[in-house]
């Protein structure tokens, strides 16, 4: 998965996550360490597709306006790379076998990425995001209590 | 087995309990209106194989509306049981089948009857949950996920014999 994709989705998570803020880029950034140029471009791309909004001005910044349900990492990977790219036969009607097996093998691997992003959700993401958050405070709580 | 009634969305109790044989008509019905194909035969044999073989391993419940009468339908069902050794496996859980009313999807029934068998599954001791589904399949592939489920240490693989 790309750099842009995988930013696409913490941006989104984090924004999907806090539905009654808007969220700066500086913000995003400096959570997941990257840049507000980069994430800015990513951002412009996410809005293009409808799944956020951007709120100019003091305390503006961007939201969330897809729907987390039905928005799936594969949806959002797709908006930033050809996800078939690695599967494809420079010219098939002069392809060797050597080349056609390991077009399959590609094939295979890529069918197996594809089918995972495609069924998780974003909500989905959040509801184990949660659960892992609850888990780590768990066991902080533990530790310092040791 | 613990008998309950699981709070779904906007006032929709449910009752989910295990099968048994005066169900075949409802069961049949649901499958049929999901699939299209009436398979009344074999749930007749499925509903015997669940209560009079292993019983206390495998699992078939059904997701009625609380007030449990005959007329009402089955809003879903779920099946399971501990299988082991196959494949190099230590006896898990398998959930083989699970489906839910059409007019009743995304209301939390499928998770109530997910919840409910693995504490069936848990309550025999069982620690790990299994099932296999078809990749392209996004409905039941994303319901799994959501319940916490990923892909586990096995690898399905196949072959077309007619091409070998």
């Known amino acids: 998965m790309q750099k842009s994709s995988r930013l696409a989705i913490f941006a989104l998570i984090e924004l999907a996550s806090n539905p009654d803020r808007q969220i700066s880029t500086a913000e995003i950034g400096d959570k997941y360490r990257v840049s507000s140029h980069h994430l800015a471009k990513v951002m412009l791309t996410l809005g293009r597709a409808g799944l956020v909004q951007s709120i100019r001005g003091v305390g503006g910044g961007?939201?969330?306006t897809g729907n987390a349900k039905r928005t799936t990492l594969q949806d959002v990977i797709s908006l930033f790379e050809d996800t078939t790219v690695t599967c494809k036969l420079p010219d098939p009607s002069i392809a060797t076998s050597a080349e056609w097996e390991m077009f399959n093998i590609s094939k295979e691997i890529n069918d197996i990425s594809v089918s995972t992003h495609r069924s998780i959700t974003l909500s989905t993401m959040l509801k184990h995001i949660e659960r892992r958050d609850q888990i780590r405070a768990r066991k902080a709580s533990e530790a310092a209590n040791a | 087995m613990v008998e309950f009634a699981a709070k779904t969305a906007p006032e929709l109790e449910l009752l989910i309990r295990k099968v048994t044989i005066d169900d075949l008509d409802l069961v049949n019905d649901l499958d049929a209106r999901i699939t299209g194909v009436d398979k009344r035969e074999y749930w007749r044999d499925m509903i015997d194989r669940v209560a009079t073989r292993r019983a206390g391993e495998r699992f078939f419940l059904i997701a009625k509306p609380c007030n449990d009468t005959v007329k009402c339908p089955a809003l879903g069902i779920i099946i399971g049981e501990i299988r082991g050794w196959e494949f190099g496996s230590d006896p898990c859980g398998w959930i083989f089948a699970a489906s839910v009313d059409l007019d009743y999807r995304e209301q939390g029934i499928g998770e109530q009857m997910f919840k409910a068998i693995c504490e069936e599954f848990r309550a025999v001791?069982?620690?790990t949950?299994?099932?296999m589904v078809r990749r392209d399949?996004?409905?039941?592939?994303?319901?799994?996920r959501s319940e916490g489920m990923s892909a586990g240490p096995y690898t399905q693989l196949e072959i077309n014999l007619n091409e070998r």
């Not at chain 2, 399949?137 to 799994?144: A, T």
Request: glycine share 6%; charged share 20%.
């Open chain 1, 62 to 64: 961007y939201s969330f």
């Open chain 2, 137 to 144: 399949d996004q409905i039941n592939m994303s319901f799994f």
């Open chain 2, 125 to 127: 001791g069982t620690e």
């Open chain 2, 129 to 131: 949950v299994r099932t």
